[in-house]
């Protein structure tokens, strides 16, 4: 049985592993830093379909197919999916799972949703209810752009203080077994400090990123020299700066040294244009199942928190003249041992 550490905190006696994964992109995505580590790559925006939301529910039916066959795993033996995308009533996550019969709960934290699919997997797979869990999360710039800004016909021009939303999926296979280890799980509380462009999400979504850091940290009575890495799911250039400033002023602790960014380390800021940085739920999927995940099963990383960051903005929300609340979910990720 799970332990309580502290208010949303948890600790996994069964240490639920990570069976499979697969991390699918696009054209983009291949360019950058970690071009190497996709299943499969789209070189085309659309996919072959009609629309981008329907190239988004291919990006997650590739993930998960990719997925089920690195953990030598059929549709049929899995109990429970648990997915989220940024599309309007999380219709990717929905059209994709319609092929598979899966059992399908979906979930949306924003770009904290994989991190949340995660936790939840595991914690369902602790309470011995279910036997084997798929978590798969996605995004794609073009749909994303359409819903929460502008359509790209409109030829609008980002800021300088702009992400770009990754076409890319990530999906993993949870259950028992060998693999990378989800040790400890911890929900985050809605944080909101009243920022209000939508052009500057990492601002938005690093105070929430802190307030789950230092509280993980108290619960587990850990310090961040305890993990080889601390990684944020998309706080970009901006945001990764502001988190490190906050840990510094408000608790005396320098996690520059460990602390790293999905957003950063999918896209070449300097040679791409990526603003300051990746974001989408797919990017932190995709950094996860294609780089991290690899990395503890090989045994070159053995402890990693990653602190999955959302931005709970609407498409209508903004127009209204509200702030952007934020959360962060995480996970502690462990080497197999």
């Given at each position: ?12 006696a ?7 994964q ?38 997650q ?12 795993c ?15 009533q ?27 699919a ?43 203080t ?72 998309d ?9 490190q ?35 989408g ?11 991290i995940?690899?990395?503890l ?19 209508v ?20 041992s």
């Amino acid at each position: 049985m799970a332990i309580r550490l502290g208010r949303g905190t948890a600790e996994l006696a069964s240490r639920p592993a990570i069976l499979g994964q697969a991390a699918v992109g696009g054209q983009t995505e291949q360019e950058g830093p970690l071009g190497h580590v996709f299943a499969q790559v789209f070189a085309e925006a659309h996919l072959g379909e009609k629309c981008w939301e329907m190239a988004e529910t291919r990006l997650q039916q590739a993930s998960m197919s990719h997925a089920l066959e690195r953990a030598h795993c059929a549709p049929e033996g899995i109990d429970l999916h648990l997915g989220g995308d940024l599309l309007n009533q999380c219709s990717a996550t929905s059209f994709a799972l319609r092929e598979l019969g899966i059992p399908l709960a979906g979930i949306y934290s924003a770009c904290a949703s994989f991190a949340q699919a995660l936790a939840m997997g595991a914690l369902a797979l602790e309470s011995g209810a279910f036997g084997k869990v798929s978590a798969c999360a996605s995004s794609h710039f073009c749909a994303a752009e359409k819903q929460f800004r502008f359509p790209l016909e409109f030829g609008g021009q980002a800021p300088p203080t702009a992400q770009r939303t990754a076409t890319a999926a990530g999906a993993a296979i949870l259950g028992t077994g060998v693999g990378p280890r989800i040790s400890r799980v911890i929900f985050g509380k809605v944080t909101d400090l009243g920022v209000k462009n939508a052009n500057e999400m990492g601002a938005a979504m690093a105070p929430a990123a802190w307030d789950t850091l230092k509280r993980f940290l108290q619960d587990t009575e850990s310090k961040p020299g305890d993990f080889d890495m601390i990684l944020t799911g998309d706080l970009g250039g901006i945001g990764s700066a502001l988190l490190q400033e906050l840990a510094r002023t408000e608790a005396g602790l320098d996690i520059a040294s460990v602390h790293q960014d999905c957003g950063l380390l999918l896209y070449d800021t300097e040679e791409q244009d990526a603003g300051v940085g990746g974001s989408g739920v797919g990017c932190s999927a995709a950094v996860l199942c294609g780089e991290i995940f690899p990395k503890l099963q090989s045994g070159e990383l053995r402890r990693v928190l990653f602190l999955g960051t959302g931005a709970l903005l609407s498409a209508v929300s903004p127009l209204q003249g509200e702030s952007i609340p934020a959360v962060a979910h995480g996970v502690e990720l462990t080497a197999d041992s």
